[in-house]
């Protein structure tokens, strides 16, 4: 269950410039330096991925802590709680690209035509 933050870092960045440069495909050349989104993925399946990722993670902190809470003797207190709380700082990033999001949709709304 790692989190990681450089992928996760990088992967915000393509984005952004994604929707600075429109709707439309990149130039691959024009991503940090020359570097190509390996996956290829557009917008909305980078984000369905994130989703699917930050729900297995809160699904397996919630298994482990029932599993210990039931005496498995694999498991220690520590683990469980270190689960918990990655999980829980998933879910937190997650809530903050949503409302960054929509901040920008609002804005963008808001711009007179």
Do not use: C, W
Request: charged letters at 20%.
């Amino acid at each position: 269950m790692d989190i990681k933050a450089q992928s996760l870092y990088q992967d915000m960045q393509s984005m952004a410039l994604q929707s600075k440069a429109g709707l439309g495909e990149l130039n691959p050349a024009s991503l940090n330096g020359g570097q190509v989104n390996p996956s290829g993925q557009n917008f909305a399946d980078m984000l369905g991925h994130a989703l699917e990722s930050v729900n297995s993670m809160q699904l397996d902190a919630k298994g482990q802590a029932e599993r210990f809470e039931m005496g498995d003797k694999s498991l220690s207190l520590a683990d469980v709680m270190l689960a918990k709380e990655k999980s829980g700082i998933a879910f937190e990033a997650t809530i903050q690209v949503r409302n960054k999001v929509l901040e920008a949709y609002k804005t963008i709304m808001n711009m007179p035509v």
